[in-house]
């Protein structure tokens, strides 16, 4: 038989220097959104960039959009001036400027830039969640479409799917999995939870610059200020905590849990997910630690807390 042939590094391909990729991007992004009808409406953006990448492009960006623009942490350095995760208590400078400048909304870039959470008009932190929601609304309200969205993400954006009647699907959690799922079904928009919107006519990534422009658009389209368009979206709460728990120990943990629920519609796959009509609560094992993380999401913050607490509880009997 023969065998694998090895090369070394310099013939395996070539580097090529492509200086408009950015420009290329920033391009395909706009050519999704109605640009006349975002410049007419001159808002008011608050940006905290992080220190990271996205300082090197969105500014500019959004000021050739017609928006005045604040930014905070625009010094691509890498030199956090807080916790680089775009959580309520990271962004208490963002949520404060929104609020004394007056600002028609606030985004945040995680450090790479594929992430967006956002600050609504009042100064309220709306969050990652409702990043894709919005989204999926503003696209979905002008064409219709398949969307792809992982399972541990807020049954908004499956609310909104429904309402335009529009298919929905989950895949298991992270990137690549969403992509393969919305390669599989044609999607016309995916992303996760966690603050990422992709949209394939720009790139199977998440993208942060993508939800910006289809936060501005929807935003001049709607005539209503962001925390109003918030308002029209089904609303839930979603609790997060996590245990740690032996590998060995996670397959007794989810079929513990489904004894405990025998009316819940159970997923299995990537951990086990159990929806109720109007809630559901999922567990599964991280990757790289010892531990399982619980997720539920019901109408109300007791209700999901509840409902989080107790399937710790039935975890922990086993972990």
């Not at 009509?277 to 531990?291: F, G, K, L, M, Y």
């Not at 807390?305 to 509880?313: D, H, T």
């Amino acid at each position: 038989e023969t065998g694998p042939v090895y090369r070394t590094w310099e013939s395996i391909g070539e580097l090529v220097e492509d200086p408009r990729a950015a420009l290329t991007h920033l391009e395909r992004v706009n050519a999704q959104v109605d640009l006349r009808a975002i410049r007419a409406k001159k808002f008011k953006v608050v940006l905290d960039c992080t220190h990271g990448a996205g300082s090197i492009l969105t500014p500019d960006w959004l000021r050739s959009l017609g928006c005045e623009v604040v930014v905070l942490g625009g010094t691509p350095d890498g030199r956090f001036e807080h916790p680089a995760e775009p959580l309520r208590e990271n962004l208490t400078q963002l949520i404060e400027a929104v609020q004394s400048l007056g600002a028609d909304v606030g985004f945040a870039q995680d450090p790479d830039a594929d992430r967006l959470a956002i600050v609504d008009n009042t100064g309220h932190y709306i969050g990652e969640e409702l990043t894709l929601a919005l989204c999926v609304d503003h696209v979905l309200s002008r064409k219709q479409g398949a969307v792809v969205v992982n399972g541990s993400t807020s049954r908004t954006t499956a609310d909104i799917a429904a309402k335009y009647g529009c298919a929905f699907h989950r895949s298991a959690v992270g990137e690549a999995n969403v992509v393969t799922r919305m390669l599989e079904v044609g999607a016309l928009i995916g992303g996760e939870g966690n603050g990422g919107v992709i949209e394939p006519q720009v790139g199977y990534v998440r993208d942060s610059f993508v939800s910006m422009a289809y936060i501005l658009h929807g935003l001049a389209l709607r005539e209503m200020p962001l925390a109003k368009w918030v308002e029209t979206l089904p609303r839930y709460t979603i609790v997060k905590d996590k245990l740690t728990c032996r590998k060995e120990c996670v397959a007794p943990a989810c079929e513990s849990l489904q004894r405990a629920f025998p009316d819940a519609v159970a997923t299995e796959g990537d951990g086990l997910r159990l929806d109720w009509p109007d809630r559901w609560v999922q567990i599964r094992a991280s990757n790289t630690e010892p531990i399982v993380r619980i997720i539920a999401e019901a109408p109300s913050d007791g209700a999901a807390r509840s409902l989080c607490e107790q399937a710790k509880a039935i975890v922990a009997a086993v972990a």
